[in-house]
């Protein structure tokens, strides 16, 4: 019986090809983020080392070496312009209290430090997820918003121990499906519009189903990603149920619920 991924070596089924997403919790906030598409993340676990020398011989020789000191940073690489990645970016507090009108207060915090998962989603190799309990960006990277191809956002940020805990590392073997950032709708909520779900963020989802509701309450008929609102829903709020199926069982997850639904 071949050996699992990620456990021993040699096996050639422990080269890995990376792919993956990241989401981002805030201090103070109860909820995750997504950062969207990143090509790029790299951590870098760091140690300060000193070292002792004997002076017994007559060439000082090595016989101690410890530690003084462990950090890590982590680089990213974000290509979705979202209010809250900019925000990540500008040092900014974000605004959204009116959706017509979102503003980032550029510089009007001096570090933004919270949670940073990093769930992995590689057909080739073993899965990694990193869970880093504190992360902390600092003003460091830079972005050109006129390009000839498409632009991207590099951040930096600092990593650091809470409570003696940096983190923890967790290899996933094969499962049911997992949703890990909730959907959401996207479009006008109008009578005569159609409205999409966007599934949000899952791992180990071969394909999916939705089932659409009004005031909590299924629409017959609506098992599509998209739902052409109708005159009947006037003044409702409505949300999208998303199933990820595979081989192993589902997971169910209802969308972030609309406005309500105007003519």
């Not at 422990?14 to 201090?27: A, D, H, Q, R, T």
């Not at 312009?81 to 900014?92: H, P, S, V």
């Amino acid at each position: 019986m071949a050996e699992a991924k990620g456990q021993l070596a040699p096996n050639t089924d422990n080269y890995v090809i990376g792919k993956g997403f990241l989401i981002f919790k805030p201090e103070g906030e109860a909820d995750f983020f997504h950062l969207g598409n990143v090509p790029t993340f790299t951590f870098t676990p760091e140690v300060t080392k000193l070292d002792h020398f004997s002076s017994m011989a007559g060439t000082r020789e090595k016989d101690a070496t410890i530690v003084t000191e462990k950090k890590g940073t982590v680089e990213i690489t974000m290509e979705e312009f979202t209010k809250r990645n900019l925000g990540i970016l500008l040092m900014g507090s974000v605004d959204d209290s009116d959706p017509d009108n979102i503003t980032i207060d550029i510089f009007s915090t001096t570090a933004l430090t919270g949670e940073l998962r990093f769930y992995a989603t590689n057909d080739v190799g073993p899965r990694w997820r990193f869970f880093l309990n504190k992360v902390q960006f600092t003003p460091s990277g830079a972005f050109n918003p006129i390009s000839e191809e498409f632009a991207n956002m590099v951040v930096t940020g600092d990593v650091f121990a809470v409570d003696g805990v940096w983190g923890k590392a967790y290899l996933v073997s094969s499962a049911a499906p997992e949703n890990i950032t909730l959907p959401f709708i996207t479009g006008v909520v109008a009578e005569g519009e159609t409205v999409t779900v966007s599934n949000g963020g899952w791992l180990d989802v071969e394909n999916y189903t939705y089932q659409w509701k009004k005031a909590g309450t299924n629409i017959v008929g609506a098992t599509q990603k998209t739902y052409t609102i109708q005159v009947a829903d006037h003044g409702a709020v409505l949300t999208c149920e998303v199933i990820g199926h595979n081989d192993f069982g589902i997971d169910t997850a209802l969308s972030l619920a609309s406005d309500a639904v105007t003519t």
